[in-house]
């Protein structure tokens, strides 16, 4: 399923995300709190069924969901492993599985590391600075089970 990045729905939802409530956002577009809610609600829906399809494409076993936050905690079937499937505003729909990375010798890791702190930031978590894209991911992923 496309989650559309660039609709006024996902913009509500990013700015309520980020713990803007419905009545700002409304005085921010100048329409009503009804119309953000009911916007809110049709891409949470949209949001939970991407999640799913991604969960399903990816054989992963869904543990917990949070269509408000983006985040779905699950376990990968064929990689025997926890999986995290995510909603960046950056970077769009995203699959983590848990694993202990060479990421010194990766030639992914700056965009690894950006990855994370980028999301980071949109859930507006602090995180200890570290160079281990590994470590980072295990902190964020813990603070994030917090949330969801």
């Not at 049709?42 to 917990?64: C, F, G, Y």
């Not at 060479?102 to 160079?131: H, S």
Request: aromatic share 10%.
């Amino acid at each position: 399923m496309f989650l559309p990045v660039n609709d006024k729905q996902f913009e509500f939802w990013k700015l309520r995300r980020g713990g803007l409530p419905n009545i700002n956002i409304a005085r921010s577009f100048n329409i009503s709190k009804q119309a953000v809610s009911m916007a809110l609600i049709t891409m949470e829906e949209r949001i939970e069924n991407t999640l799913l399809e991604m969960a399903s494409a990816n054989q992963i076993e869904v543990v917990k969901i949070n269509a408000k936050r983006g985040i779905l905690f699950g376990n990968s079937v064929p990689f025997n492993t926890g999986a995290i499937i995510f909603v960046s505003a950056k970077h769009g729909m995203q699959v983590w599985y848990k694993h202990k990375g060479n990421c010194g010798v990766c030639t992914r890791y700056t965009q690894c590391i950006e990855l994370l702190w980028d999301f980071a930031d949109e859930m507006k978590l602090r995180l200890e600075k570290t160079d281990d894209p590994t470590k980072l991911a295990e902190e964020l992923f813990e603070k994030l089970r917090g949330l969801a």
